[in-house]
């Protein structure tokens, strides 16, 4: 009998230990209704430095054989992406949405704490439509000002998808930048890489 409890134990520790460390988190509206994939952002949305037609959303839409909205605008940051949500984004009867905003923030030195509240707002409005959402976070290592953990506070937050770094194996590559901050059209296609792997199992 000692050894049947024993052996309970053991096992239900073991499960916690999976569920801890192995188990998926949990993502909010992870069977999202609505009819568009849409991306949101700045330049790297709406392919600065990329040829024509070779901008991330192009190249994703290629991937997965469906058409992909691109609603990036150049210089934009999380306060006037949030003025354009509704007729960009919510609008559009949104299914899964892929955000890549915060760099403008970053570069413009916005606080922190402000592109947080912005970029929750504008997370939680699309996943109120029952939209997946996507965010393509930015670590920069010494001038990133806290903004790779506001990343992934926000999207722990909302139960949002995260990639921590989009930037990661592209920046300062110049074999994949069009300029220090834009990649070109190989380096967009690794951004389209890496949202592809993030909306796979969603799609």
Known sequence: ?????????????????????FARPTVRNAAPRGENIICF?????????????????????????TPVINAGVPGDTTVTATARLEEDVLSKSPRMVLITLGGNDLKNRSSTEAAYQHLKEIIVAIQDQGA???????????WGRGFGAMYQKVCR?????L?????????????????????NDRGYALMAQKFHQAMKPYL
């Open 163 to 183: 990639i921590p770094n989009i930037f990661e194996g592209i920046m300062g590559d110049k074999r994949l930048m069009s300029d220090a901050i834009h990649p």
């Open 41 to 65: 952002g700045d330049s790297l949305t709406s392919g600065t430095g990329a040829s024509e037609n070779m901008d991330y959303p192009s190249q994703l839409s290629s991937m997965i054989s």
């Open 132 to 142: 997946l959402v996507i965010v393509g976070g930015i670590s920069i290592p010494f």
């Open 157 to 161: 937050e909302t139960q949002a998808l």
């Open 1 to 21: 009998m000692k050894k049947s409890i024993v052996f309970i134990l053991i096992l239900l520790v073991l499960l916690a230990g999976y569920r801890f460390f």
